[in-house]
């Protein structure tokens, strides 16, 4: 019996998190994500309090498996190994869950996703400044703000369809802070 309302509820997850993405929060019903899910309405209640607290559930999960998977990733072992790292990150992202980052992109606005990632953000700008400083850059808070300024609009665009070529920007990124080919 557990199981069965495990998978029920991940229904109701995958439906909403897939609806969001695609039309909206604003314009998606919990009706709307029952009837997909093939639930009753009355079950995403049961689960989740309202549409808010349904939102939150799919936006935690997103950003605990990103953390999860990208763990080794964001661990500073040298300063040009977190900078490449930090310029793939956004490409590396969207593909390996393509639907959450563009349900974040989609609510980048909303006081809560955005709340979201900011903290997930948040202890990488003093480790980019670390790495800017390490590497003579003048200005470390300033790169590490460009940066970050640069890493948000990469995952956002990409996320969105509006940028098929990230890879070569990655590129373009790395050349700048001279980060191949010593």
Do not use: C
């Amino acid at each position: 019996m557990n199981e069965r309302k495990t998978s029920r509820k991940e229904r109701i997850v995958n439906e909403a998190r897939r609806l969001f993405a695609e039309k909206g929060y604003v314009d998606t019903s919990t009706k709307e994500i029952a009837v997909n899910a093939g639930v009753s309405e009355a079950l995403i209640f049961k689960h989740f309090s309202n549409k808010d607290a349904l939102l939150s559930h799919i936006i935690k999960a997103g950003y605990r498996k990103v953390l999860n998977s990208q763990r080794g990733m964001m661990t500073y072992t040298d300063a040009r190994s977190f900078l490449l790292n930090m310029i793939l990150l956004p490409h590396q992202l969207v593909s390996a869950d393509p639907l959450f980052w563009k349900l974040q992109e989609r609510l980048s606005h909303h006081q809560f996703s955005k709340q979201q990632h900011e903290l997930f953000m948040k202890p990488v700008r003093q480790v980019l400044e670390k790495a800017f400083a390490e590497l003579g850059y003048g200005n470390p808070p300033l790169e590490a703000e460009l940066l970050l300024q640069v890493i948000d609009t990469l995952w956002k665009k990409e996320a969105s369809g509006e940028l098929p070529q990230s890879v070569e920007i990655a590129r373009l990124l790395h050349n700048k802070y001279k980060l191949i080919g010593d």
